[in-house]
């Protein structure tokens, strides 16, 4: 038999026991809606692949972006004369302060001889710091067992820096002087004279013209006599 020559059947669409194998021209004509279910699922599986990819590269960058490092500060606890009061000793509590928020606490050691601090001031931050700390330019005050100390440090991230702490001095009052207010001298009133009054220029002249007129009466009564 020439297997070249040899016709297979048609597919008999009519006859339902004849299987039909599911090719593009079977599907769209005996299944329309199956190429649009399987397009919807592979979108739809798309789109979750997406979405769950752009939320984890979010959660990923919020895990490993680079947080503020905290700021380490150290050196020695000195004494003050002014302070009798605070004598430095193994033991005591080292505090650093932001806005009056404790942001850092340790406590002082012996090393060579010498009681000396290390602390590390938190930065501001909800992961691994602590909310309204350090941040770039914060003042940091140090505290050791209460008693404030000097000096006041600006908070930066990272930084390590050495820093001998003494304990601060306290106010100095003002001494209050006493202003005795001067004497004032009540000024007497003197009693104003009496104005001097002028006569006026017509008084004047009547007048020299009453002592001409009696001048003359006096001259004519000479003469009679």
């Not at 009061?85 to 080292?94: E, H, K, N, Q």
């Not at 700390?133 to 140090?142: D, K, L």
């Amino acid at each position: 038999m020439n297997l070249h020559n040899r016709h297979l059947p048609s597919a008999d669409y009519a006859n339902p026991n004849i299987p039909l194998l599911l090719t593009g021209e079977n599907m769209n004509h005996r299944y329309p809606s199956i190429q649009k279910h399987i397009l919807s699922s592979i979108l739809r599986c798309l789109y979750v692949l997406l979405l769950t990819a752009w939320l984890l590269r979010l959660e990923t960058t919020r895990l490993w972006a680079a947080p503020n490092v905290p700021a380490t500060y150290f050196g020695a606890v000195l004494s003050d004369p002014s302070v009798p009061d605070f004598v430095p000793a193994v033991g005591m509590t080292v505090r650093a302060e932001i806005n009056g928020k404790s942001c850092g606490q340790s406590t002082t050691f012996s090393e060579n001889s010498q009681i000396v601090y290390r602390i590390l001031v938190e930065e501001d931050s909800d992961i691994g710091g602590i909310p309204g700390c350090g941040v770039e330019g914060a003042i940091v005050t140090f505290f050791i067992t209460e008693q404030l100390m000097q000096p006041i440090m600006s908070w930066s991230d990272g930084i390590i820096q050495e820093i001998p702490l003494r304990p601060a001095l306290p106010p100095t009052s003002t001494p209050t002087s006493t202003v005795t207010p001067k004497s004032t001298l009540t000024p007497t009133a003197t009693p104003a004279s009496s104005p001097i009054t002028v006569p006026e220029p017509i008084t004047i002249i009547l007048f020299s013209m009453g002592l001409a007129g009696l001048g003359a009466r006096i001259s004519l009564h000479k003469r009679k006599s």
